[in-house]
């Protein structure tokens, strides 16, 4: 009986782990705050990435990309890729657009938005 309930469990399991998505986790900033200039720009995700077709990218409240550069793959964890900040970011709305490619081969794709105070 206990080997039928591990063998539906498994089952069941199973397909929820073959589809995983790299789905955006936490980032830094976060989502919605206010805060003064970063010194860089980081959003981690669910699942390893693939660096070759993964991206970030920050456009002003206006729209215009804010030009930072190419984003780098953590190498101590592979999922969570950052932006550094050169610069200080004058005071205005930003908004992070970030498509990302996951190991398991699944693009996905979103945005956040922060404010840096004066």
Same mark, same amino acid.
């Given at each position: 009986m206990k080997k039928a309930l591990l063998a539906i469990a498994a089952a069941a399991l199973a397909p929820q782990l073959a589809w995983a998505h790299a789905h955006l986790d936490t980032s830094t900033p976060a989502a919605h705050s206010a805060v003064a200039s970063p010194a860089s720009i980081r959003a981690t995700f669910t699942e390893r990435l693939e660096p070759a077709f993964?991206? !970030?990218? $920050?456009?002003?409240?206006?729209?215009? %990309?804010?030009?930072?550069?190419?984003?780098?793959?953590?190498?101590? =964890? *592979?999922?969570?890729?950052? !932006?550094? $900040?050169?610069?200080?970011?004058?005071? %205005?709305?930003?908004?992070?657009?970030?498509?990302?490619?996951?190991? =398991? *081969?699944?693009?996905?794709?979103?945005?956040?938005a922060f404010t840096v105070k004066p």
């Open positions: 993964s991206s !970030l990218s $920050v456009a002003g409240a206006d729209g215009k %990309a804010v030009d930072l550069g190419k984003a780098a793959l953590d190498p101590d =964890d *592979g999922k969570t890729l950052v !932006l550094k $900040v050169g610069k200080p970011l004058p005071p %205005a709305d930003y908004k992070v657009t970030w498509k990302v490619l996951s190991k =398991d *081969g699944h693009k996905t794709n979103g945005q956040w």
